[in-house]
């Protein structure tokens, strides 16, 4: 199973808004609306931040938010702020009990 | 609150084996399934293993077919995972994750394994 694929990094000024896509296949993105997203800081575990493509966890955030069409996903986070500076990974269903996650993207806030 | 604490990483030998260990408080473990997630230094996660709330099934990923035995104790709230054969790329630090079908909402601070010698 192939990982997704990520940009490798992304930025934007505080306020503005940033986009990650995921690309994968018709066999895990494409296949399922079970896309998730993991925010992870330097040194931290991943945190869950959307689930099933756009569905957003107690406590996260509405600048947060997710969309899919065909095999890419995406992440927006809107009106950055500082703290949204980390590592960001998408991750899919891929049927047979496998799961999948993306490359990584680096969110800068420049 | 839902807390994972791993543990039993350390530094080990190629060819040797390891056994992690994820203990849960703040919920009913018995009442969900649980993964095991590696990220290599520098590296992306990677998805290991899975294992249902009862253990009656198990699922991994085909690299490790054959080298990794997940495990769970209900009675003392612990999620296991043995590791055989232990190579030089296996060294990551390995979460623990609950399990909510679709994704891994709660995850654990991590261990860390390296294989050297």
């Known amino acids: 199973q192939s990982a997704l694929t990520q940009p490798p990094s992304a930025s934007g000024s505080p306020g503005q808004s940033v986009t990650i896509s995921c690309t994968g296949t018709?066999?895990?993105?494409?296949?399922?609306?079970?896309v998730s997203w993991y925010q992870q800081h330097p040194g931290k575990a991943p945190k869950l931040m959307i689930y099933d493509v756009s569905e957003r966890p107690s406590g996260v955030p509405d600048r947060f938010s997710g969309s899919k069409s065909g095999n890419t996903a995406s992440l927006t986070v809107s009106g950055l702020q500082a703290e949204d500076e980390a590592d960001y990974y998408c991750?899919?269903?891929?049927?047979?009990?496998?799961?999948?996650f993306g490359t990584g993207t680096k969110v800068t806030v420049l | 609150q839902v807390q994972l604490v791993e543990s039993g990483g350390g530094v080990v030998q190629p060819g040797r084996s390891l056994r992690l260990s994820c203990e849960a408080s703040?919920?009913?473990?018995?009442?969900?399934?649980m993964h095991w997630v590696r990220q290599a230094p520098g590296k992306g996660l990677e998805w290991v293993a899975f294992i249902s709330d009862d253990g009656s099934y198990k699922y991994s990923v085909d690299s490790m077919k054959g080298r990794l035995a997940i495990s769970r104790d209900n009675s003392r709230n612990t999620l296991y995972m043995q590791l055989n054969s232990l190579r030089t790329e296996d060294t990551a630090v390995y979460y623990c994750?609950?399990?909510?079908?679709?994704?891994?909402?709660?995850w654990g601070q991590g261990t860390l394994v390296t294989v050297s010698s």
């Open positions: 703040g919920f009913t473990f018995s009442g969900y399934g």
């Open positions: 018709s066999s895990d993105v494409g296949g399922y609306n079970y």
């Open positions: 994750a609950r399990d909510r079908a679709t994704h891994f909402d709660c």
């Open positions: 991750s899919s269903y891929a049927g047979s009990n496998n799961y999948v």
